[in-house]
């Protein structure tokens, strides 16, 4: 049985007006960025549809720009964030 670790995920741009700055999350050792995302997705409500897979979103971890296939370690931060920001 996996250990369950605990991260800090954020939230950019249009992203952050709709879920709030950030949030402590647990999850599995060992979990992806995409099985983070379909985990929040889960939830229903906001996260569900802010988060949706039909959304083009980019992620990073530790403020590294980061793939779905990256696992994510015990006391990371992940920010999601719409392709575009700032402007």
Avoid: K, W
Wanted: hydrophobic letters at 45%; one cysteine or more.
């Amino acid at each position: 049985m996996s250990a369950e670790i605990n991260i800090t995920v954020r939230y950019f741009a249009s992203l952050r007006e709709r879920l709030g700055a950030s949030e402590n999350f647990a999850i599995t050792a060992g979990t992806t960025l995409g099985q983070l995302r379909d985990a929040l997705i889960a939830r229903g409500g906001a996260h569900a549809d802010a988060l949706a897979r039909g959304r083009a979103l980019r992620c990073a971890l530790n403020q590294v720009m980061a793939d779905e296939a990256t696992p994510v370690p015990a006391g990371a931060e992940v920010a999601f964030f719409p392709p575009v920001t700032g402007g």
